[in-house]
């Protein structure tokens, strides 16, 4: 029976020794995290059979994948499934990601309503959104649909804030970036430039999520205002 490779030497490699290189006495070396080669307990002199190399290199791409989990936390909270998408775009297989998403979440590291709950803070606080835009916004991050409108309600209950009075400084903010001729349009009779006008600030306002009695209100508020402004 043909004896297993003994490990001969094990050479840092990297500029912080995170990483090493475990030569064999009869097999090609083999590059793996240092974590890997603690956790496997082996070192030099140690024998190297199939099983235990397996084990290894399995315990290597466990470290590896959570490594590159971490390091995407590091640059900004993430949701489970952007978190995901990104590891599966770096080559990782989807049941190791999963089982590092799964450990985790179980250590407070991934919380997918914390991070819904700063997305919309954010958008109130620099670029509002009316809520059914910050419902597909999250919706898109992975959450689900009931998830996200409770998300939404509550933050906007926190901050006092309410779809129609964002829609309305929307539209104001919109109408103070206009030239005089869109304004004027906005304020005069009915015709071909007020509906210009009109249809410039309806379609403004949807793209950011306003809808309903919240668009109302605001495209009412606007053209109060480029009256005023054009009295």
Same mark, same amino acid.
């Given at each position: ?8 030497? =094990? ?32 070192? =030099? ?40 998408? !990104? ?43 009316? !809520? ?13 649909? #009931? ?7 509550? =933050? ?12 309305? #400084? ?12 869109? =304004? ?11 509906? !210009?006008? !009109? ?33």
């Amino acid at each position: 029976m043909t004896k297993p490779p003994l490990i001969t030497r =094990v050479e840092p490699r990297g500029p912080r020794g995170l990483r090493v290189l475990i030569h064999l006495d009869a097999d090609e070396p083999i590059e793996i995290t240092l974590e890997a080669l603690e956790l496997s307990r082996l070192g =030099v002199g140690d024998p190297l059979p199939p099983d235990a190399r397996r084990n290894l290199l399995e315990t290597d791409a466990d470290v590896r994948v959570r490594g590159a989990a971490l390091n995407l936390l590091s640059y900004r909270a993430r949701t489970r499934l952007e978190l995901k998408t !990104k590891l599966r775009q770096k080559g990782y297989g989807a049941d190791r990601i999963d089982t590092c998403l799964d450990r985790l979440e179980q250590r407070g590291l991934l919380d997918d309503a914390a991070v819904a709950a700063a997305h919309v803070r954010d958008r109130l606080l620099h670029r509002p959104r009316g !809520k059914a835009q910050l419902a597909s916004e999250l919706r898109a991050k992975g959450l689900d649909t #009931e998830t996200a409108s409770d998300t939404i309600d509550r =933050v906007f209950n926190d901050q006092g804030a309410t779809d129609t009075d964002l829609a309305r #400084e929307a539209a104001e903010g919109w109408l103070r970036r206009q030239g005089a001729a869109m =304004v004027t349009g906005l304020a005069g009779p009915s015709g071909p430039e007020r509906d !210009k006008a !009109k249809r410039r600030l309806h379609g403004y306002l949807a793209r950011r999520g306003f809808r309903g009695e919240a668009m109302t209100r605001a495209m009412e508020r606007a053209a109060e205002l480029a009256a005023d402004g054009a009295s």
